[in-house]
């Protein structure tokens, strides 16, 4: 794994933080809509990569991350700092649950969040905290975004197929309604694998759904048009 990964207007360093730059992120960084939010919260931000691609598409933005563990949280801090937007972003270590902060309610709060349930926890503790439920539980992720966001702002996250759609059906108990979804499919022939998921707070009378999918083909593994138009602003070969 490249220590730093290239974008086309930042760079991502990735030598400290557990999670390096993956698709997952890149797609939800480049799905939600941010374009009428000011005040911004990215949860478990990792290296920073999807608070900088918020500040790349929103220009006016303020960026709050947060990130529990103490090393990316020093790796995104330095990614901000060398971005064009660092007097729009900053970066705070603590955990989600006790995060308070004069800037909050947040009109958007985005994460990637951790998602394995089960299973035994790999040799790699650092990794396997961070990708297994073990420091933010769904049920605490969504307390902590309801108290952070405000009336009538919004709440994205990517999550697998199946727990993303247990997080939905969690999302209610917390007054959180489905505004948009967009079903990730690696290839045509396929199955869903992710699901990007949008929520609000108020009364949704329908369901934005779309399906995006990644590659043509397993052979060619090249991506489809419609990943490269979603996704263009960021990576430097599209």
Wanted: glycine share 6%; aromatic share 10%; net charge neutral.
């Amino acid at each position: 794994m490249t220590p730093v990964f290239k974008f086309k207007k930042f760079d991502v360093r990735q030598e400290k933080s557990a999670m390096k730059v993956n698709t997952d992120s890149v797609l939800l960084g480049s799905w939600v809509e941010v374009s009428d939010s000011q005040k911004i919260l990215d949860i478990g931000t990792g290296t920073g990569l999807i608070a900088l691609m918020m500040a790349q598409r929103n220009e006016t933005a303020i960026i709050h991350a947060v990130e529990i563990d103490k090393d990316a949280y020093k790796e995104a801090r330095d990614n901000f700092a060398q971005a064009d937007w660092c007097d729009r972003l900053e970066a705070f270590h603590a955990p989600i649950q006790t995060f308070e902060n004069g800037l909050a309610p947040y009109d958007f709060i985005i994460c990637n969040p951790p998602f394995f349930t089960g299973g035994t926890l790999s040799e790699n503790q650092n990794r396997s905290s961070v990708r297994h439920t073990v420091k933010l539980p769904n049920n605490e992720l969504l307390r902590s975004a309801r108290r952070l966001l405000s009336k009538d702002g919004r709440f994205a996250v990517v999550l697998p197929y199946l727990e993303g759609l247990r997080f939905i059906e969690m999302a209610k108990i917390y007054g959180f309604c489905l505004r948009r979804q967009a079903n990730i499919y690696p290839r045509a022939d396929k199955g869903i694998n992710r699901l990007l998921i949008e929520f609000g707070l108020h009364e949704c009378e329908s369901v934005d759904l779309t399906d995006i999918i990644i590659y043509q083909s397993e052979a060619s593994r090249e991506y489809t048009e419609a990943y490269k138009k979603l996704t263009r602003a960021f990576y430097l070969k599209h």
